[in-house]
């Protein structure tokens, strides 16, 4: 009897379902914007703005996310130059952080560079990566402007610090490796 009641059940489904189609008319589009997308211009006006601009004030009360800005010298030898020339710390003295930026250089460059600057971290000595300079050597004249540009883009197989670390974090680290520089030079 259950048997039967199932196919009876399953007939009936199978008969209404057969009923209900008809080829002559569309079928439903249950999300139309799917199927069909509406494309709106980046700079276009629009009604969702009280004043028909493109853009608004930030909410009142919101909070900024981080004080950004951007680092103006590009990525080229040229660049490199200029900044080794010209770019000088923005701290003084009195917003250098050396316990920071010791901690700073200890999780980001340590572990190549040496604890000290002298070349030879753990990577260095596991021959993970050869050819890590010493921040004394010869012939090598590092600046501010060389250490804050090559943590924000990098240089030879040394990649970008700039995601890692924010404007400040950078300047406490150059500010730190130019103290590991002048204890190596004595």
């Not at 009876?8 to 189609?21: D, E, K, N, P, Y």
């Not at 260095?124 to 090559?150: C, F, M, N």
Request: with cysteine; proline share 4%; glycine share 10%.
């Amino acid at each position: 009897m259950k048997i039967a009641t199932k196919y009876i059940v399953v007939a009936i489904l199978l008969v209404g379902f057969t009923s209900c189609q008809k080829n002559s008319r569309p079928n439903y589009q249950y999300m139309p914007n799917m199927y069909e997308p509406i494309g709106y211009e980046a700079y276009q006006e629009s009604d969702a703005f009280a004043n028909g601009v493109e853009a608004q004030l930030p909410a009142e009360g919101s909070i900024p996310r981080g004080n950004f800005m951007p680092y103006e010298i590009e990525d080229t030898n040229e660049g490199y130059e200029l900044a080794k020339a010209s770019l000088t710390n923005p701290l003084d003295s009195t917003q250098v952080d050396f316990v920071r930026g010791k901690e700073l250089y200890d999780v980001y460059c340590g572990i190549c560079h040496g604890n000290k600057g002298n070349g030879q971290g753990k990577l260095v000595q596991r021959e993970k990566i050869l050819g890590v300079p010493s921040y004394d050597d010869a012939g090598r004249a590092i600046t501010t402007g060389s250490i804050y540009h090559v943590i924000y883009y990098g240089k030879n197989t040394m990649g970008s610090y700039a995601n890692q670390l924010n404007e400040e974090e950078r300047w406490q680290v150059t500010a730190y490796v130019e103290k590991l520089k002048a204890e190596l030079e004595k």
